[in-house]
């Protein structure tokens, strides 16, 4: 099994909709969490991260972390089609560690114009 | 201020040959490290360094070698590519007090060995 998992899509929405992204993990060590967008032939760049369990607002961004269900999510709010991109879930043991972060295989996502 | 910077973009080699993928960066971040992106694989480490002189093995370290001199400078030696190889090199590096879960990615390195 491995300790993240993540639907790789592709997932395809109209513009304007609210899209649900989602990643399940196994280790119940993972302390922060974290989403990164990766355009086409691009490096991954980072749009959010979490600390344990909660919600984060960014913008029309949200994260949401359920450590009880090993569970986190990415909800996007008035999609627009420049958030066509891959969204990779990592997460990381307490502490940061330097060794590195664990990533979903992520999730290709598509809004429709 | 550039980030994180790769070189070359692309490149091909022939099963057998050596080479080395560059990796700088401009932010004075101490936390450097090299992933490969493959396939329905997602992105694995394969090696990190978490200051000058040192650096240690991530999960898939077999074929790589890197060392650092420099704390700009994280460069990956292939020493006998294979076609197992082929792959999105991606470098990254970040702040102490960030520690690793606040990364910034280069543009990747796209490797086809044949």
């Known amino acids: 099994q491995k300790e993240v998992e993540q639907d790789p899509g592709p997932l395809s929405v109209p513009e304007g909709a609210i899209v649900s992204l989602n990643c399940t993990y196994s280790n119940s060590a993972f302390q922060y969490f974290m989403w990164y967008r990766q355009y086409s032939r691009k490096g991954p760049e980072l749009l959010m991260y979490t600390y344990s369990s909660g919600n984060k607002e960014d913008g029309r961004f949200t994260a949401q972390v359920d450590k009880s269900s090993k569970y986190i999510s990415l909800f996007i709010r008035d999609s627009q089609p420049s958030d066509s991109a891959t969204y990779l879930c990592a997460m990381i043991y307490s502490g940061g560690g330097a060794d590195g972060l664990t990533f979903g295989k992520g999730t290709h996502l598509i809004i429709q114009p | 201020n550039a980030g994180v910077t790769q070189t070359p973009k692309f490149q091909v080699l022939k099963t057998g040959q050596s080479m080395t993928l560059q990796c700088a960066q401009d932010m004075n971040h101490e936390y450097m490290s090299w992933y490969r992106q493959d396939p329905g694989m997602g992105l694995r480490l394969i090696h990190y360094s978490v200051g000058a002189g040192i650096t240690d093995q991530g999960e898939v370290p077999n074929g790589y070698n890197v060392s650092r001199s420099t704390t700009e400078d994280f460069p990956l030696r292939l020493l006998s590519a294979a076609p197992s190889q082929t792959s999105v090199y991606f470098c990254?590096?970040?702040?102490?007090?960030?520690?690793?879960?606040?990364?910034?990615f280069g543009p990747g390195t796209r490797l086809t060995v044949t």
């Open positions: 990254a590096s970040s702040s102490a007090q960030a520690a690793s879960y606040e990364q910034y």
